[in-house]
């Protein structure tokens, strides 16, 4: 039978494996206040361990779908140890692609721990988000073949798309963390403004895809469409009017995660510090893309750190934070 660790030593393995696997989150999630910072934690590796059945190239597709169902059964279940170790005990003998994810899969029962340990409020909106994104992984499939390279997207419409499964989701469901731990405090959720999250998701998702396409293609595999990019002497660049098309949708949803996020009252500091740690760095990753010059693009140490003191600084406005924002999508949309 299955042993199940305490949920101290399995928050323990959550907190551990959280920096393995998403350095930038294990940094700002610990800014959201309890059960949030939990919730976000325990969501972001249920969604990495859907991720790792579907990435994980040692696996056929039988196996990948017997995994995904097997996965959800324990999910729904938690408490149930045969739905675990049918889980656990579905994966073939093999070394993972990533041990970091590995481990993570391995420990599974850590993570089902933490999330048993969660208000039912919280846990319900994650269970949707990976019942959801697993859905859609289910569904993805290349969409043609070119030079070698398998593309799952026709046109900016199929990127939205494939961006909301995989980000979308998440979206959806942290902003309704968000929404109930804010109940209560005179703050009203509007429709447009859950909108907003679910893009502030496509967003961050579409800056990944810009910022990793070149080392995609060399998987052997591309999110942005065929019609946008070339191949020159085997590198693979974004060009023509394409390139400018993708970086303005990805700025356009980041625009909506500014707003999304300036609306939450300001006294919330431990979330909008956490949606700005990840919306500044995409703005300032897209601006170091479009300038073209990086095989991988990456903000330097020294922007980090800027941006970090920038939003952790007590007295920071609202003024100050949208200034810093307009100047570095300027030059994105300049550059492209």
Not at 80 to 90: K, P, Q, T
Not at 139 to 157: M, W
Not at 235 to 264: K, N, Q, S, W
Request: net charge negative; proline share 5%.
């Amino acid at each position: 039978m299955l042993q199940r660790s305490n949920p101290s030593e399995a928050w323990d393995f959550c907190r551990h494996i959280l920096v393995d696997v998403s350095r930038s989150f294990a940094i700002i999630i610990p800014e959201c206040p309890p059960p949030i910072d939990r919730a976000l934690c325990v969501a972001y590796l249920l969604c990495r361990i859907a991720d790792t059945i579907e990435d994980e190239p040692d696996l056929d597709e039988s196996r990948r779908l017997e995994l995904f169902d097997a996965f959800l059964r324990a999910l729904n279940d938690p408490g149930d140890e045969h739905a675990l170790s049918e889980f656990l005990n579905r994966w073939p003998a093999m070394e993972f692609s990533e041990s970091g994810y590995g481990e993570l899969v391995r420990g599974t029962a850590h993570v089902l721990t933490v999330y048993c340990e969660l208000p039912h409020e919280v846990r319900e909106p994650i269970r949707i988000c990976v019942h959801e994104m697993v859905a859609g992984m289910r569904a993805i499939a290349p969409v043609e073949t070119r030079d070698g390279i398998s593309f799952f997207c026709r046109d900016l419409s199929d990127l939205d798309r494939y961006c909301h499964i995989v980000a979308g989701t998440v979206g959806v469901m942290s902003t309704a963390l968000f929404e109930w731990k804010l109940a209560g405090s005179g703050f009203e959720a509007s429709p447009e403004w859950r909108e907003k999250g679910r893009r502030l998701g496509l967003g961050l998702q579409m800056t990944n895809i810009i910022k990793d396409c070149r080392v995609d293609a060399e998987r052997r595999v591309s999110f942005i469409p065929s019609a946008y990019v070339t191949l020159n002497e085997g590198r693979f660049e974004l060009t023509g009017p394409g390139r400018r098309e993708i970086f303005t949708r990805a700025v356009e949803h980041l625009d909506a995660g500014l707003e999304y996020t300036l609306t939450i009252p300001r006294e919330n500091t431990g979330i909008r510090r956490f949606l700005l740690g990840s919306l500044l760095p995409a703005i300032a990753t897209l601006q170091v893309a479009a300038s073209g010059t990086e095989h991988h693009p990456k903000i330097d140490r020294d922007k980090m750190m800027h941006i970090i003191e920038l939003i952790a600084a007590e007295q920071v406005t609202d003024e100050a934070i949208r200034t810093w924002y307009a100047e570095h999508r300027a030059s994105v949309l300049d550059l492209v």
